[in-house]
T-cell receptor, first 112, second 113 residues
Framework: AQKITQTQPGMFVQEKEAVTLDCTYD???????LFWYKQPSSGEMIFLIY??????QNATEGRYSLNFQKARKSANLVISASQLGDSAMYFC?????????FGEGTQLTVNP | EAQVTQNPRYLITVTGKKLTVTCSQN?????MSWYRQDPGLGLRQIYY???????DKGDVPEGYKVSRKEKRNFPLILESPSPNQTSLYFC????????????FGPGTRLTVT
């Protein structure tokens, strides 16, 4: 069975600073995908970034980057230059075939 | 506009009264999936479908049924709802099972009393 662990229930960051949200995963598969989603207070799920298990480069999308350390089974999300609009719940997820497993989420608060 | 729609958005019902939550996408996606979201548990996959007439169980399928008779629709059926199925439900779709883009519907908040 695959499992995603997000050990930070809540994180606080000052506006314009960088923040890292932790995610570790457990799988015995060689082929899998890792995702990060954002859920603002309005409730919708917003896709942020994706990393395939065979991708050698860390994924980046604008201010978001994924620090992928395969041997340590970690896929941390780095948000650079935090903005007030980044305040939200963030979920890490892992896909194996049609199954998608989510972590419990990290509530990020950006302070002005 | 490309989108995933769910109906109803809010529903309060009583134990045992059969209900269906509809999900429809207009992007010709092959893969569709249902999740439930509960506080402290994140999202958990209920069922998914890789194409018409192809469905499989996720992590929490008990008490739910699905069908995929048409590519665009993937309804979630609760034959005999119970209070522990009170939750926020999301439908999602993606072009194929291995696509990294996944489009989520707006969510359906279900309360079973």
């Amino acid at each position: 069975a695959q499992k995603i662990t997000q050990t930070q229930p809540g994180m606080f960051v000052q506006e314009k600073e960088a923040v890292t949200l932790d995610c570790t995963y457990d799988t015995s598969d060689q082929s899998y995908g890792l995702f990060w989603y954002k859920q603002p207070s309005s409730g919708e799920m917003i896709f942020l970034i994706y990393q395939g298990s065979y991708d050698e480069q860390n994924a980046t999308e604008g201010r978001y980057s994924l620090n992928f350390q395969k041997a340590r089974k970690s896929a941390n999300l780095v948000i650079s230059a935090s903005q007030l609009g980044d305040s939200a719940m963030y979920f890490c997820a892992m896909r194996r075939g049609g199954w998608l497993t989510f972590g419990e989420g990290t509530q990020l608060t950006v302070n002005p | 506009e490309a989108q995933v729609t769910q109906n109803p958005r809010y529903l309060i019902t009583v134990t045992g009264k059969k209900l269906t939550v509809t999900c429809s996408q207009n992007m010709n996606h092959e893969y569709m999936s249902w999740y439930r979201q509960d506080p402290g548990l994140g999202l958990r996959q209920i069922y998914y479908s890789m194409n018409v007439e192809v469905t499989d169980k996720g992590d929490v399928p008990e008490g739910y049924k699905v069908s995929r008779k048409e590519k665009r629709n993937f309804p979630l059926i609760l034959e005999s709802p119970s209070p522990n199925q009170t939750s926020l439900y999301f439908c999602a779709s993606s072009p194929q099972v291995l696509s990294y883009e996944q489009y989520f519907g707006p969510g359906t908040r279900l309360t079973v009393t």
